[in-house]
């Protein structure tokens, strides 16, 4: 590890690579290659690690090299101090860099030969980018972040210890004036969200996304105490649009990661696809495999207004190999069809389930097996169900009998016919 970046504070990455997220915090900016200086002051000692990632939270600057991650307060920046700079390294060649002062407020389990001087009297950051643009882009989101202490926010929405009894909130007196308090302060925050431009409503993202995710969770609770169906089945779907269409909090974007955009999406793209129980999405819903149109569809709408284009999520998903740890890759099928699929699909359980399945149409109602049915065992589209029929032909599992009414597929049996004839 670097030198400078064991002094800072230890964080960790996502399976797909990407900084873990603490409660409310969102990604504001992500750039490559930027080197990072502590300078301690009162001193000439100076500790670098360069080609490093940064990523600029409402509540962290993050940097990322190696399958490590280590990251600075926003908190503990010095009021002020943050300031942009340009200074020549060599003939008409600029360094574009920030700098900002750091006052720890903890130790922040530094290596063992950590100097004492470093957290008794702070350091000076400087971050060097390649492009005026970059470190720019960068200095403006941290400028506004630490306006805003978006930490400080989160920390008063924590839940507050439990106070001592109080006749005035008891009984059922006490409930109903709690729940008024609360529906006033969520009424507040959803004006002040959507009654405002937008950089106000990005500043109310996260706790307008949590209030709508409680009221989801409240109305299935409530559904499945009543078992299912009636009116709030409308309500629900009505609210479950209303989350939907919200999107990603920090969804990357082309702004924010810059020439990083497409390996920072592969990486968001590997972490969708992964969520979720049962082996995430991929595997849960679609049996392993998605087409590129369907992921298409579903990715968007998760990002909701942050659209991306079908060009983007092509280059994204053929990112999806060069990450050790997303579990999938990009294939493409002999007829064209691309799909995203996991690393441990295989097409021999694939010829398996579709011979069962064979077997159990021929045994019930003497008849072949068509594309839909594949498709609703396999947990595939119908396109897709006939790419992996073609398979099992190609391996001589199954046969087709083909006339006016379409294609119906049975277990290829010719090979025991000939056997039992010719070893008889």
């Not at 082996?279 to 992921?295: D, M, S, V, Y």
């Not at 569809?297 to 280059?315: F, H, K, M, T, V």
Request: hydrophobic share 40%; proline share 3%.
């Amino acid at each position: 590890m670097s030198d400078s970046l064991k002094f800072l504070y230890e964080g960790s990455l996502t399976p797909s690579s990407l900084p873990s997220l603490v409660p409310a915090e969102v990604i504001i900016s992500t750039r490559a290659n930027v080197s990072l200086r502590l300078h301690v002051r009162d001193s000439s000692t100076v500790y670098r690690a360069d080609e490093t990632t940064c990523t600029l939270t409402t509540h962290r600057l993050l940097f990322s090299a190696r399958q490590s991650c280590r990251f600075v307060f926003l908190r503990e920046v010095l009021d002020g101090s943050a300031g942009v700079e340009s200074q020549n390294t060599g003939f008409m060649r600029n360094s574009p860099k920030i700098s900002f002062g750091v006052r720890y407020s903890a130790a922040p389990a530094p290596a063992p030969d950590c100097p004492s001087s470093l957290y008794q009297l702070g350091v000076t950051a400087v971050l060097k980018f390649e492009a005026g643009a970059d470190r720019d882009f960068v200095f403006e989101g941290l400028q506004t972040a630490l306006s805003r202490a978006g930490w400080a926010a989160a920390e008063k929405a924590a839940p507050a210890p439990a106070a001592g009894f109080s006749t005035s909130g008891a009984g059922i007196g006490g409930i109903i004036k709690r729940k008024k308090e609360e529906k006033i302060r969520e009424a507040k925050l959803t004006d002040a969200a959507f009654g405002g431009d937008l950089d106000t409503l990005m500043e109310s993202a996260t706790a307008v996304v949590a209030v709508v995710e409680k009221y989801v969770a409240k109305m299935e609770r409530q559904k499945a105490a009543e078992g299912g169906g009636g009116a709030g089945d409308e309500d629900e779907e009505r609210m479950n649009a209303l989350l939907q269409g919200m999107g990603m909090v920090s969804g990357v974007t082309k702004e924010s990661a810059g020439t990083l955009f497409h390996s920072e999406l592969s990486k968001e793209l590997a972490a969708f696809l992964n969520s979720g129980e049962g082996g995430g999405l991929i595997r849960a819903r679609f049996g392993g495999l998605i087409t590129l149109p369907e992921l298409y569809c579903l990715y968007n709408r998760a990002r909701g207004a942050d659209l991306i284009s079908p060009e983007d999520l092509l280059l994204a998903a053929q990112g999806l190999k060069k990450i050790t740890t997303s579990g999938m890759s990009l294939v493409t099928f002999p007829s064209g069809v691309i799909v995203v699929q996991v690393d441990e699909y295989s097409s021999a359980n694939v010829v398996a389930q579709l011979q069962a399945l064979c077997k159990e149409v021929a045994g019930s109602k003497n008849s072949g097996i068509t594309a839909l049915e594949a498709a609703k065992v396999l947990k595939a589209t119908p396109i897709l169900a006939m790419e992996m029929i073609r398979q099992a032909e190609a391996a001589g599992a199954l046969v087709r009998d083909e006339d006016v009414e379409g294609a119906l597929f049975w277990e290829n049996k010719f090979d025991y016919f000939h056997d039992k004839q010719f070893k008889t």
